[in-house]
Every structure is written in C-alpha cells, then in structure tokens.
C-alpha cells in the first residue's frame, strides 16, 4: 500500500510554467512505473508522462519537448516540470503509482488562463 499526494498546481498565464511534486508514503525504489495522469471537466482521464524505477520515460504527444517527468527514490518523490503551458493544460493532475497495484493521488489543479 502506498500513500500519494500531490501538490504545485495552482493558477499560472500561458507560457508560464509549474512543478508539481507526488509526496509517496514510502520507498518507491520498488515501484515499478509512476506517471502523471491529468483528467479536464467532461474529459476522460488521460496519461500525460510516466516512468519506470530504470529511469525510462514515456510522454503524450501533447507534452512532449514542454513537460518532464523526474523521480527522486531519496525524498520518495515524482516530480512533473511543465514549461510553456497552455490553457488546454488546464485540468486536474493526479499522481499514479503502480506496484503493481494502482494507487493515485487525490489531484492537484492547474489552471492556465489565456
């Protein structure tokens, strides 16, 4: 069993940028894959950025050269560094943690104005 909880979201202009940071209850050395997931009103849940316990990352197409996924086995922490954000950005960001059983976050709001 594993605790996560998210916080960094918050409101930011276009272009701006954000970290947002996924606190685990324990070691996630073990942990196989974390990722960030992100969910806007009247849209499906939708995979923005994982990573395995090797360091590998996958990112959405929509992300990619703008967002970068990190994960810190020391302070048991993923951390989500999103630059240049768009107001299609906004949306609630939820944590994941999958060992193998999934585990998410309560989410973090982002909310980019145009």
């Known amino acids: 069993q594993v605790q996560l909880v998210e916080s960094g979201g918050g409101l930011v202009q276009a272009g701006g940028s954000l970290r947002l940071s996924c606190k685990a209850s324990?070691?996630?050395?073990?942990?196989?894959?974390m990722g960030w997931y992100r969910q806007a009103p009247g849209k499906q849940r939708e995979m923005v950025a994982i990573i395995t316990s090797g360091g590998s990352t996958n990112y959405a197409d929509f992300v990619k050269g703008r967002f970068t996924i990190s994960r810190d086995h020391a302070m048991n922490t993923v951390y989500l560094q999103m630059n240049a954000l768009k107001p299609e950005d906004t949306a609630v960001y939820y944590c994941n943690a999958q060992d193998p059983f999934n585990h998410w976050g309560q989410g973090t709001q982002v909310t980019v104005s145009s």
């Open positions: 324990r070691s996630i050395f073990s942990i196989n894959t």
